[in-house]
């Protein structure tokens, strides 16, 4: 057995060198199942999970939870009181990692008078060396070190580390499989995650997706279908369509010849109220995807398209493989099909070798592509990726400089696409008490506009309902109920 700095039952450690490699084999099928000796594992225990990223870690930690509930676990509300705390973890910027330091170091103290606590680390985290070694040699108290291709193997990483009271490692470097048949534990009633695709072949220059989350692979058309088929008959009333790249569903297929755009033509036939997806990529937004969007009914007029940087040359250096001007192309397509439909993105301010001439072409794209809102990043290294070696000559005070007149202009852009709707009656999938308070509830449009309107009607959530909206702000729409 190998040993670093402390005991370990050393399964797999991770490396970025194999993550890269794409072999194409064939993509394995794995139909989840618990094996006799788990399936009591946890009863009278109490489990917990931490969710940092994207929606792609929203849906996993979902099976991780039905998984750790079909071996015996509960769950339960105090992370510091569970048998079993997990934290899924998220690798594309750096001050992700840096709330999971924070949260290991609360969990420590709780750690020494609870010995036999199990203290979990998944997700895209561990896939890179550095995290892993540095979780490793620096956080002894950790007891099960996993990746994003192995969740199936839960239960049997947590009785490893009940069994041998060692650090149990098992990252997979390598291009994923598909995972099937798992249990689910949704956090909601009415909205739900749906994978249709996993990982990334893109290798954005800036990005570790690829590397963390290995090759695109697509489920089978008709595992999706009976998914959503399953979320309506249970009243689901909204979902999500999820994809590292989603809109390349289905080019590992059959030589691609069903696309992302004949499945949205499927899963409108089903007859859920809402579907929406994220997030595409702009190269891969083809004519029929538009065109369904345009045309099916369930389809919802948002669409969250990013770009990154508005200047031809950074978006090259990049590796986005699109220009800027094939990009609003796509963007002017959308509007002439779906003249109603709010547009929103993501940019990153400050890439390595950017000038503020090249930043500058970014602004004039977000009024030309008539945003209706952004998520807007300083440039964050990556180890491993191609950008981290990148010259990097702009100071980050001067990119903070750049990235609040960045803000200014994608707030307004915010504002406009609220404004629009002021005097109009829209349709809110009601989701709770506003998170302000003062007796209003709150819930989205088609738009995917956040609006709040006065009512204290917990037996509202979960449903339709019609506001005429009033007031326009900055990150939400106000209303009143129309009864």
Same mark, same amino acid.
């Given at each position: 057995?190998?040993?670093?700095?402390?005991?370990?039952?050393?399964?797999?450690?991770?490396?970025?060198?194999?993550?890269?490699?794409?072999?194409?084999?064939?993509?394995?099928?794995?139909?989840?199942?618990?094996?006799?000796?788990?399936?009591?594992?946890?009863?009278?225990?109490?489990?917990?999970?931490?969710?940092?990223?994207?929606?792609?870690?929203?849906? +996993?930690?979902?099976?991780?939870?039905?998984?750790?509930?079909?071996?015996?676990?509960?769950?339960?509300?105090?992370?510091?009181?569970?048998?079993?705390?997990?934290?899924?973890?998220?690798?594309?910027?750096?001050?992700?990692?840096?709330?999971?330091?924070?949260?290991?170091?609360?969990?420590?103290?709780?750690?020494?008078?609870?010995?036999?606590?199990?203290?979990?680390?998944?997700?895209?985290?561990?896939?890179?060396?550095?995290?892993?070694?540095?979780?490793?040699?620096?956080?002894?108290?950790?007891?099960?070190?996993?990746?994003?291709?192995?969740?199936?193997?839960?239960?049997?990483?947590?009785?490893?580390?009940?069994?041998?009271?060692?650090?149990?490692?098992?990252?997979?470097?390598?291009?994923?499989?598909?995972?099937?048949?798992?249990?689910?534990?949704?956090?909601?009633?009415?909205?739900?995650?749906?994978?249709?695709?996993?990982?990334?072949?893109?290798?954005?220059?800036?990005?570790?997706?690829?590397?963390?989350?290995?090759?695109?692979?697509?489920?089978?058309?008709?595992?999706?279908?009976?998914?959503?088929?399953?979320?309506?008959?249970?009243?689901?009333?909204?979902?999500?369509?999820?994809?590292?790249?989603?809109?390349?569903?289905?080019?590992?297929?059959?030589?691609?010849?069903?696309?992302?755009?004949?499945?949205?033509? +499927?899963?409108?036939?089903?007859?859920?109220?809402?579907?929406?997806?994220?997030?595409?990529?702009?190269?891969?937004?083809?004519?029929?995807?538009?065109?369904?969007?345009?045309?099916?009914?369930?389809?919802?007029?948002?669409?969250?398209?990013?770009?990154?940087?508005?200047?031809?040359?950074?978006?090259?250096?990049?590796?986005?493989?699109?220009?800027?001007?094939?990009?609003?192309?796509?963007?002017?397509?959308?509007?002439?099909?779906?003249?109603?439909?709010?547009?929103?993105?993501?940019?990153?301010?400050?890439?390595?070798?950017?000038?503020?001439?090249?930043?500058?072409?970014?602004?004039?794209?977000?009024?030309?592509?008539?945003?209706?809102?952004?998520?807007?990043?300083?440039?964050?290294?990556?180890?491993?990726?191609?950008?981290?070696?990148?010259?990097?000559?702009?100071?980050?005070?001067?990119?903070?400089?750049?990235?609040?007149?960045?803000?200014?202009?994608?707030?307004?852009?915010?504002?406009?696409?609220?404004?629009?709707?002021?005097?109009?009656?829209?349709?809110?999938?009601?989701?709770?008490?506003?998170?302000?308070?003062?007796?209003?509830?709150?819930?989205?449009?088609?738009?995917?506009?956040?609006?709040?309107?006065?009512?204290?009607?917990?037996?509202?959530?979960?449903?339709?309902?019609?506001?005429?909206?009033?007031?326009?702000?900055?990150?939400?729409?106000?209303?009143?109920?129309?009864?």
């Amino acid at each position: 057995m190998a040993k670093l700095d402390k005991d370990i039952e050393q399964i797999f450690l991770p490396s970025l060198k194999t993550a890269r490699m794409r072999k194409n084999l064939p993509t394995e099928i794995i139909n989840f199942e618990v094996d006799d000796e788990y399936k009591n594992l946890g009863i009278g225990k109490t489990y917990y999970i931490y969710t940092y990223g994207c929606q792609g870690n929203m849906a +996993d930690s979902e099976i991780m939870a039905g998984i750790l509930e079909k071996i015996g676990y509960t769950y339960s509300k105090d992370p510091i009181n569970a048998d079993v705390v997990l934290l899924n973890t998220c690798a594309v910027r750096e001050n992700a990692e840096q709330r999971i330091w924070g949260v290991l170091g609360q969990l420590k103290g709780r750690k020494r008078t609870h010995p036999d606590m199990i203290i979990g680390i998944c997700g895209c985290m561990p896939q890179e060396e550095k995290a892993t070694n540095k979780l490793i040699n620096s956080y002894e108290f950790v007891d099960i070190i996993f990746g994003t291709h192995n969740r199936d193997h839960l239960p049997k990483l947590i009785k490893m580390a009940y069994d041998t009271k060692e650090t149990v490692v098992e990252v997979l470097s390598n291009e994923g499989c598909i995972l099937e048949n798992t249990p689910k534990i949704r956090e909601s009633e009415f909205k739900a995650w749906v994978h249709i695709m996993y990982g990334c072949d893109e290798f954005c220059t800036y990005c570790i997706v690829p590397y963390t989350r290995g090759k695109e692979r697509s489920r089978k058309k008709e595992d999706i279908l009976n998914e959503i088929k399953e979320l309506k008959e249970k009243g689901y009333k909204e979902i999500t369509l999820l994809g590292q790249n989603v809109n390349a569903y289905g080019k590992d297929l059959d030589n691609g010849k069903y696309t992302f755009g004949d499945l949205l033509i +499927d899963i409108d036939k089903i007859g859920i109220n809402r579907v929406r997806f994220t997030s595409p990529h702009p190269r891969d937004m083809d004519e029929k995807a538009m065109q369904a969007m345009a045309n099916c009914k369930s389809i919802m007029p948002h669409l969250h398209f990013p770009v990154q940087s508005g200047n031809d040359r950074v978006l090259k250096i990049m590796n986005r493989k699109y220009t800027r001007k094939e990009y609003l192309d796509k963007v002017n397509r959308l509007y002439e099909l779906i003249p109603n439909i709010s547009i929103t993105t993501d940019i990153i301010v400050g890439f390595p070798g950017e000038t503020y001439e090249e930043f500058k072409d970014t602004i004039s794209l977000v009024k030309e592509a008539r945003f209706e809102g952004a998520y807007t990043f300083i440039y964050s290294k990556r180890e491993g990726t191609p950008a981290a070696v990148m010259d990097d000559p702009i100071s980050i005070e001067e990119k903070h400089l750049w990235f609040d007149e960045l803000c200014k202009a994608t707030n307004e852009g915010y504002l406009k696409g609220h404004e629009r709707f002021v005097g109009e009656i829209v349709e809110v999938l009601v989701e709770g008490p506003a998170k302000s308070g003062n007796n209003m509830m709150s819930g989205y449009t088609p738009n995917n506009k956040l609006t709040h309107f006065e009512s204290t009607d917990n037996s509202l959530i979960g449903k339709f309902v019609n506001v005429k909206i009033t007031k326009a702000n900055t990150w939400f729409m106000i209303g009143d109920l129309v009864e």
